[in-house]
Every structure is written in structure tokens, then in C-alpha cells.
């Protein structure tokens, strides 16, 4: 009888827990929710991104064994998109880099419970016990991490521009390759990591080449796709590159430790405007120069 108390009692208490969490849950979502409905009175409906309202109309590249070309690129069309809207370097997706950040860093401290919850939701489900000692503090380390993984929805082009476009004599190709990137992978939460080559020509307005690479980090610290990616990284360089081009090369962690399973396996994306796409001539040098 005394072993028989003694289960029951483990058992009532493990229930209690497990209650109470489900309460702190509750208690945090339902602020979150308040807070967003304030945030939507004061300041009007959330803004939705161009690009990607863009590529859910319609707009799709072409994948053929892995490559993406972004060449082939065709509008959408119909009543929601004027013709105006494709016409060169003058569509509005080129000034979406001014108004795009999503979270702010008092969004992260209010979201870090909820997160945290939610990752001790996911150990119970996978059979662990979040309880013990090398899990203890396993919730929030995941959150946080989580959060930098995703810390581009945190920032702004035109933050990380500073106004370092500069006017110079100056018409010829500028690149910058190999550009580490690390990302994830919005299908499985898992990570993208590879290389990005940045090809432009400036039109006398010259872009600071760090400023590419920071670029490359704001993007990949997203969850999307790689064709996501490197459309984001072709639509939102700035005024002074409406010419060049973005070349992608990527292992997804997707197809190497799920899936199919192929250790090998990578995806080369790329996505050209302007003159890139326009002039063969243009177009073969950069891919010529960023193999060299």
C-alpha cells in the first residue's frame, strides 16, 4: 500500500507541474495577444513584405536538378499588379530594403517564455523529461538560440546601409564572393549554410563592400527557402545596384540528415537583373569571375 501511496503521489505531482506550465503558457500567449491587438490599434494594420506578396502571386524561378535560374523569372499579371510594377529597376520591391524589420528586441524578451514553454512541450513529446539535470535549462537555451538564428527579422537595410552609398567614377563590376551564410530552413527548422557570390555594376554609385556581406547575414537569418533568399538578396541591395546579379551555393541540412540523406547533395541558386539578365556578354563574366 505504501509503494502504492507513494506512485500515486509521484503521479499527482508530476500532474501539477504539468498544469501549472500549462497555465504560465496560457498567461503568456494571452498578453502577447493583448499587446498585439494595442499594437495593431495604435499603428494601423501590419505591413506585409513586397517580395514575398510578389512571389505568392505568382513569380517562381525554375528548378532543374537543384539549379535555380533566375532568369526565367514571369509577372504575375492580373488587376493587383499594374504593368508598371515590372518595368526594370523602377518596381516597388526595390524600396521594400527601407521597411522591413518584423521583431524588435523588446519582442524577443516578451516572446522568450512562451518559446521557452513551447520547447518544454516538445521534450515531453519526444519521451524526455525536461526535469532532469542535463535538460533543466535545455528550454530556454533553445529559445534564445532560436532567436538569434532568427535575429534578421530584428533588423533593416537601411539601418545597416548607414548611408555608406557613395558617388564615384566608377562603372565597371564590383564582387564580392564567398560571403558565409548560415540559415534555416522554414520547411523543417533546420539549418542552410553555404556560400553567396554579390555581383553589380554601380552606374556611378558605389555600394561599401562590407555592407554586402551584412546584407547576406540579415537575409539568411530567416527562415525561407534558398530561392527566398536569394531573390531577397537580388530585390534589396539598394539604389545603387538595379544591375547585378546573386549567386547562391548551399548544403540544406533537410536533405542531408532526413530525407533522402545525401551527404553530398547541394543547391545552387541565382537570380539576375538588368543588364545580368539582359546581356549574355555580362551575365557569363560574372559567372566566370566568381568560379575563378
Known sequence: MDV??????????????????????????????????????????????????????????????????????????????PPAAESGSQRPVMESWREDRTRSVEDNEMSLPSLAAAYTTILRGLGEDPQRQGLLKTPWRAATAMQFFTKGYQEKIIDVLNDAIFDEDHDEMVIVKDIDMFSMCEHHLVPIFGRVHIGYLPNKRVLGLSKLAR??????????????????????????????????????????????????????????LGVFREDPKTRDEFLTLIRS
Not at 503521479?11 to 495593431?40: A, D, G
Not at 513586397?50 to 502571386?57: G, M, S
Not at 527557402?225 to 534589396?236: I, N
Request: aromatic letters at 2%; one cysteine or more; hydrophobic letters at 30%.
Open 215 to 272: 546584407i547576406v547575414e540579415i537575409y539568411s537569418r530567416r527562415l525561407q527557402g534558398e530561392v527566398d533568399q536569394t531573390d531577397s538578396r537580388g530585390d534589396h541591395r539598394g539604389p545603387a545596384a538595379h544591375r547585378g546579379g546573386v549567386v547562391i551555393e548551399a548544403t540544406h541540412m533537410c536533405m542531408v540528415m532526413r530525407g533522402v540523406q545525401k551527404m553530398n547533395s547541394k543547391t545552387v541558386t541565382s537570380t539576375m
Open 4 to 81: 502504492e501511496a507513494a506512485g500515486g503521489a509521484r503521479t499527482l505531482t508530476r500532474n501539477r507541474e504539468r498544469f501549472r506550465e500549462q497555465q504560465l503558457v496560457q498567461q503568456v500567449l494571452s498578453r502577447q495577444e493583448t499587446q498585439v491587438k494595442h499594437r495593431r490599434r495604435s499603428d494601423g494594420a501590419f505591413k506585409t513584405d513586397p517580395v514575398r506578396l510578389q512571389r505568392q502571386e505568382g513569380r517562381r524561378d525554375s528548378v532543374v536538378n537543384g539549379h535555380c535560374d533566375g532568369m526565367v523569372k514571369r509577372p504575375a499579371g492580373g488587376p493587383s499588379q
